[in-house]
């Protein structure tokens, strides 16, 4: 069974300073993986997906992430943090056949002035 | 292209009363799905549906929770009575088809129960 684990349900970083949020995900089959984002009382926006191509994914609004099939993870990153990207993300799995997808718990990000 | 409608917004009712939410997915999307958001938790599939068909409804509580996709494109989700457990934001999903389950899903704005 596929399950995702996000490391930190908070994370604080100043403006300008790199974003790092954790994910690792267990899978029994070649997973997919995708980043969504969620701002307060909004629907998830998908940020980037991992689909067996590049391993280094590149997303929207200057994010990107890395997957790591020795350390089953899928870390998402970004080199400088700002205001617009405070927000809740959510890491997701989806290795079946029927496409559903398994979710993180979320992080929190937030970012100082 | 209109993105995924959900209605309402907002509802609060208190137990044992019964809700229903209505989901329009994006035009052509064979599959849509019902996700419930727990506050502080992940989004967790409740039912799936390819077309008019149930594809997985595994996490669904069945003796309260019912849904249909009627002619394979809009759905409404059902609960019937409702338990204060049941307060969450109820997610609305499509893609345009589930195979490999690599398509991406767009989410609707989702629906905020409130149940007192």
């Known amino acids: 069974a596929q399950s995702v684990t996000q490391l930190g349900s908070h994370v604080s970083v100043s403006e300008g300073a790199l974003v790092l949020l954790r994910c690792n995900y267990s899978s029994s089959v070649p997973p997919y993986l995708f980043w969504y984002v969620q701002y307060p009382n909004q629907g998830l926006q998908l940020l980037l997906k991992?689909?067996?191509?590049?391993?280094l994914v590149k997303g929207i609004n200057g994010f990107e992430a890395e997957f790591k099939k020795s350390e089953t993870s899928f870390h998402l990153t970004k080199p400088s943090a700002h205001m617009s990207d405070a927000a809740e993300y959510f890491c997701?799995?989806?290795?079946?056949?029927?496409?559903?997808?398994?979710f993180g718990k979320g992080t929190k990000l937030s970012v100082k002035p | 292209e209109a993105g995924v409608a959900q209605s309402p917004r907002y509802k609060i009712i208190e137990k044992r009363q019964s809700v229903a939410f209505w989901c329009n997915p994006i035009s052509g999307h064979a599959t849509l799905y019902w996700y419930q958001q727990i506050l502080g938790q992940g989004p967790k599939l409740l039912i799936q549906f390819q077309n008019n068909g149930v594809v997985d409804d595994s996490q669904l509580p069945k003796d309260r929770f019912s849904a249909e996709r009627l002619k394979g494109v809009d759905s409404t989700l059902k609960i019937q009575p409702a338990k204060l457990e049941d307060s969450a934001v109820y997610l609305c999903?499509?893609?345009?088809?589930?195979?490999?389950?690599?398509?991406?899903?767009?989410f609707g704005p989702g629906t905020r129960l409130t149940v007192t």
């Open positions: 997701a799995v989806s290795g079946g056949s029927q496409g559903n997808l398994i």
């Open positions: 991992y689909t067996s191509a590049a391993t």
């Open positions: 999903a499509s893609s345009l088809d589930m195979v490999g389950g690599a398509y991406e899903q767009y």
